[in-house]
C-alpha cells in the first residue's frame, strides 16, 4: 500500500490548488481516504474525507464551502480542490487510508493506517 500526495505549492490568498493522492497496491475506491493537514507548531486536523465507493463526503468547518474532495476511479487517484485559500490554509497536506472497507470516514487521524508522505502547500502574499 502506497499513497503519493502531489500538487501543493506556493499560491497568493484567494487563488486555488488541486492537491492529488494517487494510490498503489490496491484499489482506492474500495476504502476511505481522507486528506488532513498540519501547521508548524500545531496538531494534525482532518479536512476531509471520502468513504469507500463515495458513499459520502465529510468537511471540517474550515473546509466547507472552499474544498471539494473527489475520486478519479479510472486514475487510482482522490483529489482535493482547494480554493479560496487563505494564509490559515498553510500546511503540509497527507492524505490517508484505512486496511478495512467501510462506508463512512471519520476525521480522525488515529482512524487511518496507511499515510503519504505529504505536499507542502503555503499560500502567502
Known amino acids: 500500500v502506497q499513497l503519493v500526495e502531489s500538487g501543493g505549492g506556493l499560491v497568493q490568498p484567494g487563488n486555488s490548488l488541486r492537491l492529488s493522492c494517487a494510490a498503489s497496491?490496491?484499489?482506492?475506491?474500495?476504502?476511505?481516504i481522507g486528506w488532513f493537514r498540519q501547521a508548524p507548531g500545531k496538531e494534525r486536523e482532518g479536512v476531509s474525507c471520502i468513504a469507500s465507493s463515495s458513499h459520502g463526503t465529510y468537511y471540517s468547518d474550515s473546509a466547507k464551502g472552499r474544498f471539494t474532495i473527489s475520486r478519479d476511479n479510472a486514475k487510482n487517484a482522490v483529489y482535493l480542490q482547494l480554493s479560496n485559500l487563505k494564509p490559515e490554509d498553510t500546511a503540509v497536506y497527507y492524505c490517508?487510508?484505512?486496511?478495512?472497507?467501510?462506508?463512512?470516514?471519520?476525521?480522525?487521524?488515529?482512524?487511518?493506517?496507511?499515510w503519504g508522505q505529504g505536499t507542502q502547500v503555503t499560500v502567502s502574499s
Open positions: 490517508a487510508t484505512v486496511s478495512v472497507t467501510t462506508t463512512y470516514c471519520p476525521l480522525v487521524s488515529s482512524w487511518y493506517d496507511y
Open positions: 497496491g490496491f484499489t482506492l475506491d474500495y476504502y476511505a
